[in-house]
């Protein structure tokens, strides 16, 4: 596990001054740390019915699509607003500075349906905490919330009181 986290590279400062950037594309072109990454984030769910796994715009999309893949199930995502063609629901969630929207189909869930939501890094959990919001108004039953990386000291769990949280590395911050 040491070396998949040595295959993130951290840029300080970056977008804004006194943000750890975990820049997760060092591993995703490493082929066999993003297959080794996939396997431990997907092999936990095999075979316990999951219907489908959740990503979140943009980088989320490339692990819940790779995870899904491997689970032998669809990916459904959840976009910036304005993106998704079709009838949506919206959830509005808070920013270090302002507010973002995100959105799914209104008919991507089936009530009862088991479902991962997978995203590359658990910050506050701001992010995450809209996503819940959305698949609870679509009664989806949400098995975990899945990241490669979660980053402790922001301390985003706490706003996932209720949900099952995992996350494959952890990084103080
Ligand atoms: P949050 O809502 O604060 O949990 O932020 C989560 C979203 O922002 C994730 O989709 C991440 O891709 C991105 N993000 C937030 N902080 C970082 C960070 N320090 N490094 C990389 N991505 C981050």
Redesign the pocket.
Known sequence: MKDLKKRIRN?PD?PIKG??????TTLLSDAAAFQQAIDLMAHRHFHKGVEAVVG?????FVMGAAMAYKLGVGVILVRKAGKLPYRTVAAE?A??YGKDKLEMHEDAIRPGMKVIVA????????????VVDLLKRLEADIIECAFL?E?TD?K?RK?LKGQKVFSLLKFK?
């Open positions: 840029i970056f943000i750890q950037f975990k820049d997760i979140i715009e943009a980088r989320g969630y920013l270090e995203d590359d890094v658990l910050a506050t959990g701001g992010t995450v905490s809209a990386a980053l922001l985003g706003k911050e």
